[in-house]
């Protein structure tokens, strides 16, 4: 169980740092004791093993102790928004009616701090029993529940301490959020090497943390990214010895090298699925000459190229990427139509297009589903945002394909620039490019994207969609 190493190191570092926020740090024995206080009162509200607890805690010390003590207890826990759990905790002064609540309330809290922080007796736990559920980041429709066990939560963080966290201390950051598999990995992670964890670090605020905390790991998406680079104030000078974590989209090229050039050299790029698990792992620099790449797969999975057949095509031919092992779950909870749709003779179907490189790195080129075909020619979202990305000023962006009134799909391209930015200047730059369409334009303030970082291209396709529809005809841009 992953509250196991928060007990350990209460006895071994007692005051070391085992959460970090913004208003102070706690140490491990003052965290462990918490979790055994929460345990204790959640234990006598009659919470067991078999149930699913959805966590929607805003405060983020009591997020992660709550999630910690459930796991003590060998019950499941979910993330907030988790609708098919058996019970939530909340502190919203009025909890959504969807699902039994407990309420997290000051009066609460104070009684949990009060008692006695008696240590919950040890659990044996079914290695193959639920012990956390978490919510696909699909970027349509309702998410899909998937479970793991406790077997396989191991997995994934032995994988993760091998992989990119072995021997390192200092502080990990979780920018995505402990709602998100990355994120609840860094924390489970953190506690295993004895790190101190952060909770609620904005990516705006993260450069006057690089300059205080010691060194460590931070997750994040690109997106996050790109923020923190803006977010840098004069004279920056990070501490040594940070290690970026970048995943839940593809990383442009220029953003890495930004940052490799002005935080630190040591960028990871991870490519994985709440599905399929970690499917990637690569060094930044290898975006130099090769955008897109993701790493080699780590031992313990298969990833494969195949075509619409299902049939593996050659080396460095384009096909749908594919995942096996035991990180990869069986299916979707309560949903046989997806499982039977994304799961088939123990491969995850990503749903990612791809290519690999004669020497193992896994290239993405974008989803299968986002593939716009515009009058006979296909291309990929990704590539006309590379393009519009390398344009001074423009700060994201996002291509989508919407059907005009023949029908026939038309390029759209979602922009969010600098102020006083020049449009015609990114028109005249695509155009520049060679081989692209020319898309029509939506200026937006921010590019939807779920939680760790995918663009959300239906609901940029319906906005655009409703818009048109209101506008006489011809009037649309």
């Given at each position: 169980?992953?509250?196991?190493?928060i007990?350990?190191?209460?006895?071994?570092?007692?005051?070391?740092?085992?959460?970090?926020?913004?208003?102070?740090?706690?140490?491990?024995?003052?965290v462990?004791?918490?979790v055994?206080?929460?345990?204790g009162v959640?234990?006598?509200?009659?919470?067991?093993?078999?149930?699913?607890?959805?966590?929607?805690?805003?405060?983020?010390y009591?997020?992660l102790?709550?999630?910690?003590?459930?796991?003590?207890?060998?019950?499941?826990?979910?993330?907030?928004?988790?609708?098919?759990?058996?019970?939530?905790l909340?502190?919203?002064?009025?909890?959504?009616?969807?699902?039994?609540?407990?309420?997290?309330d000051?009066?609460?809290?104070?009684?949990?701090?009060?008692?006695?922080?008696?240590?919950?007796?040890?659990r044996?736990?079914?290695?193959?029993?639920?012990?956390?559920?978490?919510?696909?980041?699909?970027?349509?429709?309702r998410?899909?529940?998937?479970?793991?066990?406790?077997?396989?939560?191991?997995?994934?963080n032995h994988?993760?301490l091998?992989?990119?966290?072995?021997?390192?201390?200092?502080?990990?950051?979780?920018?995505?959020?402990?709602d998100?598999?990355?994120g609840?990995?860094?924390?489970?992670?953190?506690?295993?090497?004895?790190?101190?964890?952060?909770?609620?670090?904005?990516?705006?605020?993260?450069?006057h943390?690089?300059?205080?905390l010691?060194s460590?790991?931070?997750a994040?998406?690109?997106?996050?990214?790109?923020?923190?680079?803006?977010?840098?104030?004069?004279?920056f000078?990070?501490?040594p010895?940070?290690?970026?974590?970048?995943?839940?989209?593809?990383?442009?090229?220029?953003?890495?090298?930004?940052?490799?050039?002005r935080?630190?050299?040591?960028?990871?790029?991870?490519?994985?699925?709440?599905?399929?698990?970690?499917?990637?792992?690569?060094?930044?620099?290898g975006?130099?000459?090769?955008?897109?790449?993701?790493?080699?797969?780590?031992?313990?999975?298969?990833?494969?190229?195949?075509?619409?057949?299902?049939?593996?095509?050659?080396?460095g031919?384009?096909?749908?990427?594919?995942?096996r092992?035991?990180?990869?779950?069986?299916?979707?909870?309560?949903?046989?139509?997806a499982?039977?749709?994304?799961?088939?003779?123990?491969?995850?179907?990503?749903?990612?297009i791809?290519?690999?490189?004669?020497?193992?790195?896994?290239v993405?080129?974008?989803?299968r589903?986002?593939?716009?075909?515009?009058?006979?020619?296909?291309?990929?979202?990704?590539?006309?945002?590379?393009?519009?990305?390398?344009?001074p000023g423009v700060?994201?962006?996002a291509?989508?394909?919407?059907?005009?009134?023949?029908?026939l799909d038309?390029?759209?391209?979602?922009?969010?620039?600098?102020?006083?930015?020049d449009g015609?200047?990114?028109s005249?730059h695509?155009?520049?490019?060679?081989?692209?369409?020319?898309?029509?334009?939506?200026?937006?303030?921010?590019?939807?994207?779920?939680?760790?970082?995918?663009?959300?291209?239906?609901?940029?396709?319906?906005?655009?969609?409703?818009?048109?529809?209101?506008?006489?005809?011809?009037?649309?841009?």
């Amino acid at each position: 169980m992953f509250d196991g190493p928060i007990r350990d190191h209460a006895g071994w570092t007692p005051r070391a740092p085992a959460i970090v926020t913004p208003g102070g740090a706690f140490a491990y024995a003052q965290v462990d004791a918490d979790v055994n206080r929460c345990a204790g009162v959640l234990d006598e509200l009659g919470i067991l093993p078999g149930q699913v607890v959805s966590v929607a805690l805003s405060a983020p010390y009591i997020q992660l102790v709550a999630t910690a003590a459930l796991a003590r207890l060998g019950v499941a826990s979910s993330p907030a928004g988790d609708w098919g759990a058996d019970l939530r905790l909340s502190d919203a002064a009025t909890p959504p009616a969807d699902l039994p609540a407990c309420r997290i309330d000051e009066a609460w809290l104070r009684a949990m701090y009060a008692r006695d922080p008696r240590p919950m007796p040890p659990r044996s736990l079914d290695p193959l029993a639920l012990g956390r559920v978490m919510l696909s980041s699909g970027t349509t429709g309702r998410p899909r529940r998937v479970g793991y066990t406790w077997r396989r939560i191991e997995h994934g963080n032995h994988l993760s301490l091998r992989s990119y966290g072995g021997g390192r201390l200092g502080a990990w950051v979780p920018l995505v959020g402990v709602d998100a598999m990355m994120g609840l990995t860094m924390a489970m992670c953190g506690w295993a090497v004895g790190a101190a964890v952060t909770a609620s670090f904005e990516a705006d605020d993260l450069p006057h943390w690089l300059e205080r905390l010691g060194s460590g790991i931070v997750a994040m998406t690109p997106i996050q990214l790109r923020r923190v680079l803006d977010a840098l104030p004069p004279g920056f000078r990070p501490l040594p010895g940070w290690r970026l974590m970048v995943g839940g989209s593809l990383l442009p090229p220029e953003t890495a090298q930004e940052a490799r050039a002005r935080i630190t050299p040591d960028i990871r790029t991870l490519y994985g699925s709440t599905e399929g698990g970690n499917g990637g792992l690569g060094l930044a620099s290898g975006l130099d000459d090769a955008p897109g790449q993701v790493g080699i797969t780590p031992s313990g999975a298969i990833a494969a190229i195949v075509d619409e057949e299902g049939r593996p095509v050659p080396e460095g031919e384009s096909g749908e990427v594919r995942i096996r092992g035991p990180r990869v779950i069986q299916g979707y909870l309560g949903d046989p139509q997806a499982t039977a749709e994304r799961f088939q003779d123990g491969w995850y179907l990503t749903g990612d297009i791809g290519h690999r490189l004669p020497d193992g790195r896994l290239v993405l080129e974008g989803r299968r589903d986002d593939r716009m075909n515009l009058g006979g020619l296909k291309i990929m979202p990704a590539v006309l945002e590379a393009a519009a990305l390398s344009c001074p000023g423009v700060q994201d962006c996002a291509a989508f394909a919407v059907p005009d009134d023949t029908g026939l799909d038309t390029c759209w391209l979602a922009v969010t620039a600098a102020p006083d930015f020049d449009g015609e200047a990114l028109s005249r730059h695509l155009a520049r490019q060679g081989g692209l369409p020319a898309p029509r334009y939506a200026w937006i303030q921010q590019i939807p994207r779920n939680a760790m970082g995918k663009v959300e291209r239906n609901v940029l396709r319906d906005a655009v969609l409703a818009a048109t529809c209101a506008l006489p005809a011809g009037k649309a841009r």
